[in-house]
């Protein structure tokens, strides 16, 4: 398909794995990206990832690649309340701005 | 200091009315972007420029308009708002890899 697809909504409990999935549309994408959108602000990069990679880890966050099958998934360790936010995927192709994914809104309860 | 300001942060209009948001952004990035978000539709894209000679449509350009004046600068018109115009609307810039950084958003509200 042409879009970003993710997951609405993900619901766990605090001090639990998180893990958001994505899949992308463009096997040639450079660099994907998980941005992350707390209420009433603008989006924050958390990482991102080269496609020459398959894993990337900066502290609670691990991000997986598999290439083959377009999917990338964001994992938050530990997961605490502030982490509630929604979480967006995007993929760089060739030559453009930008693909975002529709959000994946994360509700954390204690 | 935010390194992408937008101006205004909230504003109502009517059917019919010009408006223009403005982007400002102090991290000498080449490239701009206008994206405006929707509840279950995440971000689309407007317009983008690369540089300062550099406009390009996006996804969603009909019935909006940009300019880009000078590095810094690039503000978003809409000629005659709508009121499926309604929205959050996201000014952004990006480096050599781009990371995109965001500013505040606009909250535009077409009555």
């Known amino acids: 398909g042409e879009d970003v697809e993710q997951s609405l909504f993900l619901s766990v409990r605090e001090g639990d794995s998180s893990v958001i999935n994505c899949t992308y549309t463009d096997s040639s994408s450079t660099y994907l990206y998980w941005y992350k959108q707390e209420p009433g602000a603008g989006l924050q990069l958390l990482t991102y990832?080269?496609?020459?990679?398959d894993m990337k880890q900066d502290q609670r966050l691990t991000v997986l690649l598999n290439k083959k099958d377009k999917h990338l998934s964001l994992r938050i360790a530990d997961t605490q309340t502030g982490d509630s936010a929604i979480y967006f995927c995007?993929?760089?192709?060739?030559?453009?701005?930008?693909?975002f994914g529709k959000g994946t809104t994360l509700s954390v309860s204690s | 200091d935010a390194d992408v300001t937008q101006t205004p942060r909230n504003r109502i209009t009517k059917t019919g009315k010009r408006i223009m948001l403005e982007c400002s952004q102090t991290?000498?990035?080449?490239?701009m972007y206008w994206y405006r978000q929707d509840p279950g539709l995440g971000l689309r894209l407007i317009y983008y420029s690369f540089d300062v000679k550099d406009i390009n449509k996006g996804e969603i350009s009909d019935g909006y308009s940009v300019s880009r004046q000078a590095q810094a600068k690039f503000s978003l018109s809409l000629e005659s708002a709508i009121p499926n115009q309604t929205a959050l609307y996201f000014c952004?810039?990006?480096?050599?890899?781009?990371?995109?950084?965001f500013g505040p958003g606009t909250r535009l509200t077409v009555l």
């Open positions: 991290k000498g990035h080449d490239r």
């Open positions: 995007a993929e760089r192709q060739a030559g453009t701005a930008l693909i």
């Open positions: 952004a810039t990006s480096n050599s890899y781009n990371e995109q950084f």
């Open positions: 990832i080269f496609s020459n990679m």
